[in-house]
DNA sequence: GCCTACAGTGAACACTGTTAACCGTTAACA
DNA sequence: TGTTAACGGTTAACAGTGTTCACTGTAGGC
């Protein structure tokens, strides 16, 4: 779709608010009122955009990930693999992650396009975790230590974790918090202030986490 | 000024984009253009608006901290006090720190009110948790680990963090980093998926992080 | 030759931030 | 006391936005 594309190039251009239907249109020598044969309207387009966008960042990380030699790796590449995308797309992964505030309940169990593209793309993190993990279960916290209500909390979730018990779920979780809002962090640069090239600080921080996988040191 | 509030009215009420000048305007019985006697375009009215909320949530979290017993307590309570905050101010929240990809070298060394009552925000916590390093020195982790890279920028920033050493200031931005995505993840929905109450696994991120910093278990 | 669907157009509506020209009140000052 | 300037507000207008409507060709199927 040709459309989309064109509207990829504003965004990359000129940041979110650059992708008009009449600057899209124009793009593309049409009328406005012309894209709406394509899509319903301009949330609907951009929209579709953000799903194009998980897909494609979902493959990049595949296609990374298969070049590991053992699931630890793996697990070292989609991470880095994460980061170097989306310093590399800043308007892309702005638009993508960086939509404050749904507002509560939007549209109970979301299935629009991009939200479904976006489960695809958090998969690939959540099953390879998941293989490390019954590959060589790393030493999680004593349900003790979690307290109850998290540990029933996480249970509830097992079946999608395949299986795994509360305190390898809290590790999981712990593991894509940090990676996710470090990343945030860097490229909304809110990290700036501290750090002007927070490439190493986000290595150091991966070691930790891997290593609270049980994990061998970093790779290179 | 009745200007602000109203802008901030409609804030909680339609999120960021319900801020027109026209809808502050008929707030207040007004005219558009008469705002513009009082800010010079609607980003300045937005950013000082911004402005306010960031010296509220520093005067709400400075009240808070100084009800706690000992050092370690008021990291905890700030911490649990920042993330209540957020919850309970979704819309202002957003507002503040969900503004994504501020274009590269926006301002240099951005001096706007906004920016200032941001930094003043930050120093809240940076000058606390140098504070309890200092009281009681934390085990941080050793250069070597850290790599000669990262060293290096951390050094630089020694000063601005009251002359504490690499490691140090690697688990003070280590205990920031953390906080700040976790609270951006839940209040921007971004947890939702794996967890319909974060509260539990905020309360054991934090006493991993607290423990980090060589703090008691949690309070209360 | 009809008919339907497709793909596009220009005009218009309601909205946005912003600017210009204008007006009344108020206060300072020679 | 009369003049001047600033303050605080207005209406009208401009360019831009997303969106809808009515319309026009143009292709293919029966």
Redo the contacts between chains.
Sequence with gaps: MEIKSAARKLLVEG?APAIGLRAVARELNLSAPALYRYFASHDDLVSALVADLYDELTAFLIELRDTGADLGEQLFLIAGGLRDWALAH??E??LM??S????PEAVEHELTPSHQAA?RF?AVFKDLVAQVYWQRPFPS?PDA???P??VA?LEQ?SEFFDGMPAGAI?LS??YW??L???I??E?????H?????A???F???LR?IGQALGLDCPPG
């Design positions: 940041g800043p308007a992964f702005g992650f960086g404050p505030v749904p507002d489960m958090g916290p230590e979690l307290g209500e998290l909390q979730k809290y979780l712990t918090t940090r996710y809002g470090l945030c962090m490229v909304f640069g809110q990290l202030w501290a750090l002007e090239d490439g190493a600080y290595d150091a921080q930790e």
